[in-house]
T-cell receptor, first 115, second 112 residues
């Protein structure tokens, strides 16, 4: 298996533009997570899907952030409009373990820079 | 409110010596703890875990110790190798949802 695949690896965009990050989880995993990594807060869970259904989006910072999982093999995280403070590395992870998210497999991340 | 705290942002250790990475947590509902390792430009990878019913779990050179009364866990790496140089994240979960909460990470440098 190729692991969790994220695209793009790097994204530079201007403030106010829409940004879409993409993720393909590991086949057979029923849980998918979007995380954001910053120096100050470490890895923050933004949203968690189980069997394609959003279970907990309490970590989504603002209404500018939205996530979808139309099927078991694809998820998107969208920021609209983007702001400089959204600059971070965004990780997607998938898991089939309990507790939820334990021993999750992470993608390589998308480094987002908003200028 | 940071429920999982890694107070040392960085640590340097000589090759062959022991590396000790520390982690404190505040949520008494946490009952499962994990360590992840992250190299630059890569995603975190799972390293080792421990359930609250244990106080120690060992996997090769890596041992995690849990002190529930102190709400403290540590990761010991013996002997440390240059390839262990990475950022180490402590994580915890517990309660009904069992969502995993991560710390801010400790950057370990093993000096040859």
């Amino acid at each position: 298996d190729a692991g969790v695949i994220q695209s793009p690896r790097h994204e530079v965009t201007e403030m106010g533009q829409e940004v879409t990050l993409r993720c393909k989880p590991i086949s057979g995993h029923n849980s998918l997570f979007w995380y954001r990594q910053t120096m100050m807060r470490g890895l923050e869970l933004l949203i968690y899907f189980n069997n394609n259904v959003p279970i907990d989006d309490s970590g989504m910072p603002e209404d500018r952030f939205s996530a979808k999982m139309p099927n078991a093999s694809f998820s998107t995280l969208k920021i609209q409009p983007s702001e400089p403070r959204d600059s971070a590395v965004y990780f997607c992870a998938s898991s089939s373990q309990r507790p939820i998210g334990a021993e999750a497999f992470f993608g390589q991340g998308t480094r987002l820079t908003v200028v | 409110d940071q429920q999982v705290k890694q107070n040392s942002p960085s640590l340097s250790v000589q090759e062959g010596r022991i590396s000790i990475l520390n982690c404190d947590y505040t949520n008494s509902m946490f009952d499962y703890f994990l360590w992840y390792k992250k190299y630059p430009a890569e995603g975190p990878t799972f390293l080792i875990s421990i359930s609250s019913i244990k106080d120690k779990n060992e996997d090769g050179r890596f041992t995690v110790f849990l002190n529930k009364s102190a709400k403290h866990l540590s990761l010991h790496i013996v002997p440390s190798q240059p390839g262990d140089s990475a950022v180490y994240f402590c994580a915890a979960s517990g309660g009904g949802y069992q969502k995993v909460t991560f710390g801010t990470g400790t950057k370990l440098q093993v000096i040859p």
